[in-house]
């Protein structure tokens, strides 16, 4: 086991234990796209370029900004 | 229950859950080695057959082309539940997107203006980039029309929501993300007037590593990458609606 | 050593699963399923990998290259894809649970019902 392929694992777990114990939303948002970023390193190392570019997009941009909409949504309506 | 007596349970699950797991991962051959058995007749397949230079796009639009248009169309369902789940409610009213320039607070800087204005035509460019390479390199229909979906809201990273808007009518794209989708089912049974299976891959191979190669794969690629990123902008659309737009009356009074 | 990769897709599904059963807020419960879902990421493609294989690209390598298996980063791919719906789903879903109950927090929506 090489340790590159070690550190990126040490990195997916760590990093999805931030995203969990980040209670507050918003944070959440932007561990959850730090934790998508991380695991396409970890998809680069495990040779499958394909399923990385795939999680680059989806996991550090997409899914993260709809989470950021849906927070502001609840928010909006708490202010009011 | 309380959070208490949940936590409890979870523990012991998790436990049992973890012990059966792995006992079957023991079993499971160990990771890294050369026992792949669907992975050598798949990349034979994709290699000496069909003259696709990347494999998984050979899987997962000319071997299992049935799987990927059951995929589609899950995405095109869970847009479609989303602007369901999302329709106006009677007592909302819209904010105009006009007064949204007035509205917002601080001004977006100008570096960050630039910067997204530069990237937009170069994150379009490298998404149909990765749109029509993905049967001779990493990418596709789904990553590049991701990508291109995405692209669009760097307009609204730089403040210009009203540009956005303008930019992306609702109903052009909900026409589109169905065409595209239809368009994959119709060569579906165009194979079929040639005599052959559903979705077979009946146009010519061509030379491994060309742009036109691979038969049919590069055309779904485009009609998926169409389909992605028309329901990217779609499921965006719908929640900027509900963060931005959107304001019951009753809480306004 | 080698049962590190699959020790960690089962670290990440338990830590998502806890996330779930300890969330306060249902958006974070949203994120924490998919945290949940990205295990089965690991576990896949643990199971496709190969000592000294390359990507299954075959521009630039030799035609007879031991490449990484093909068939599970294609259903990878697909699990991505459906990770993305439905989270954005569930989202959605929890807009509307917020428009009508005025809470996302799953303890105090309980208490509503009795």
Request: proline fraction near 4%; aromatic fraction near 6%; glycine fraction near 8%.
């Amino acid at each position: 086991m090489t340790a590159l392929m070690i550190v990126t694992f040490i990195l997916v777990a760590g990093g999805a234990a931030a995203v969990v114990f980040t209670r507050e939303p918003l944070r959440q948002a932007v561990t959850l796209s730090a934790y998508g970023l991380v695991l396409s390193l970890l998809f680069v190392v495990l040779q499958a370029p394909d399923v990385a570019l795939s999680q680059l997009a989806v996991g550090t941009a997409v899914v993260p900004l709809i989470v950021v909409l849906a927070i502001a949504k609840t928010r909006a309506r708490k202010r009011q | 229950m309380t959070r208490r007596a949940r936590l409890i349970l979870f523990v012991f699950g998790a436990c049992g859950f973890a012990l059966l797991l792995a006992a079957a991962l023991l079993s499971v051959p160990g990771f890294g080695t050369a026992q792949h058995r669907y992975a050598e007749r798949a990349v034979l397949a994709a290699q000496v057959q069909r003259h696709t230079a990347n494999a998984v796009a050979s899987v997962t639009f000319d071997q299992r082309g049935l799987d990927t248009l059951a995929e589609t169309f899950m995405f095109v369902a869970a847009v479609l539940g989303i602007a369901a789940l999302l329709r106006r409610n009677p007592d909302e009213e819209e904010i105009p997107p006009r007064a949204h320039r007035q509205e917002r607070r601080p001004p977006v800087p100008n570096t960050l203006r630039l910067a997204a204005y530069l990237l937009l035509p170069v994150t379009i460019l490298v998404g149909i980039y990765i749109v029509l390479h993905g049967h001779i390199s990493p990418g596709g229909g789904f990553q590049g029309g991701v990508v291109l979906g995405t692209a669009i809201h760097l307009l609204y990273l730089a403040g210009d929501f009203p540009t956005l808007a303008r930019l992306r009518p609702v109903p052009v794209f909900e026409a589109t993300e169905a065409v595209a989708a239809g368009a994959f089912v119709l060569l579906g049974f165009g194979a079929m007037l040639t005599g052959a299976v559903f979705l077979t891959n009946v146009m010519p191979y061509g030379t491994q590593g060309e742009l036109l190669s691979a038969g049919t794969v590069p055309l779904l690629n485009i009609l998926v990458g169409i389909e992605v990123a028309a329901g990217v902008v779609l499921l965006i659309a719908q929640f900027l609606e509900q963060a931005l737009l959107l304001r019951r009356e009753t809480a306004r009074k | 050593m080698s049962v590190l990769a699959y020790l960690l897709a089962v670290w990440v599904f338990l830590i998502g699963v806890y996330g779930l059963v300890t969330s306060r807020n249902l958006i974070h419960a949203v994120v924490c399923l998919s945290v949940c879902q990205s295990s089965t990421y690991v576990l896949l493609l643990a199971i496709g990998y190969q000592w000294g294989a390359t990507a299954p690209v075959f521009s630039g390598i030799a035609s007879d290259a031991a490449v990484v298996d093909p068939v599970v980063q294609a259903m990878v791919l697909t699990d991505v894809v459906v990770n993305a719906a439905v989270t954005a789903l569930l989202l959605a879903i929890a807009i509307q649970v917020h428009k009508r109950h005025h809470t996302i927090d799953p303890d105090r929506l309980r208490s509503l019902h009795g």
